[in-house]
């Protein structure tokens, strides 16, 4: 008799267990399904999506290469609506931005630079995104603005690039010195062999000749 006692007390104490524990089990793995379901479905959006905007940013690319400029700003604008946040919207934005600047409308160019600036998909994105939204503010006459905007974060591995628009910058202010001084910065951190370097040399030696003009002007 003992032992069917003991056996007795032990299934009791299983189905006291069950009792207490077993739908908080049962839900624990329902639930636990479902976020895996869940993440499945979402990575196969992730990958659907990609796909999509992918291939509507080559449609982009083609129509750039044979110069359909409203083809490539009506693509452009499809891939900022349906697939924000993606790379291909931001690649989008800087084709839109560059068909605006190419038409003597830099001014029209700084609203979709400026979203990249801030929200693009990576680091790197938003690092040319702020570089070219300076470049586009210079010309459209916002030097300033220019330069908070190249301001606003590190630049990363784009430096000596932010060097060279603020030198451009500077130049544009009469700012000789500056502008010299910030060609030499992004001279300086330009590997030797990069073909930036010619244009900067000039631009710097132009800024040289222009200080030493205001020095023999201030001489008594």
């Keep these: 008799m ?7 007390e032990d299934v009791e104490k299983v189905k006291r267990w069950w009792r207490e524990y077993g739908r908080s089990i049962v839900i624990g793995v329902v639930v636990g399904l479902l976020v895996m379901a869940g993440v499945r479905a979402w990575m196969e959006y992730q990958k659907e999506t990609a796909q999509a905007a992918s291939a509507l940013y080559a449609e982009l690319n083609q129509a750039a290469e044979s110069g359909e400029e409203q083809t490539v700003l009506e693509l452009a604008a499809r891939l900022q609506d349906e697939y924000g946040g993606t790379p291909y919207a931001d690649l989008a934005a800087f084709a839109q931005a560059q068909i605006k600047v190419e038409a003597g409308a830099p001014a029209d160019a700084v609203e979709p630079l ?21 470049r586009a503010l210079l010309a459209a006459d916002r030097p300033d603005a220019a330069l908070s905007t190249l301001a606003e974060s590190e630049p ?32 300086s951190a330009l590997p030797a062999d990069d073909p930036m370097r010619r244009l900067l040399q000039m631009k710097r030696n132009d800024m040289q000749v222009a200080q030493n003009q205001v020095s023999d002007e201030v001489k008594p």
């Design 2 to 8: 003992e032992p069917h006692f003991t056996e007795n």
């Design 156 to 187: 990363g591995s784009f430096a000596p690039h932010y060097d060279a628009v603020r030198g451009d910058i500077y130049a544009a202010q009469e700012r000789s010195q500056d502008a010299r001084e910030a060609y030499e910065r992004a001279l």
């Design 114 to 134: 400026e979203r990249v600036a801030r929200n693009g998909a990576t680091q790197e994105l938003r690092q040319i995104g702020r570089l070219r939204l300076a």
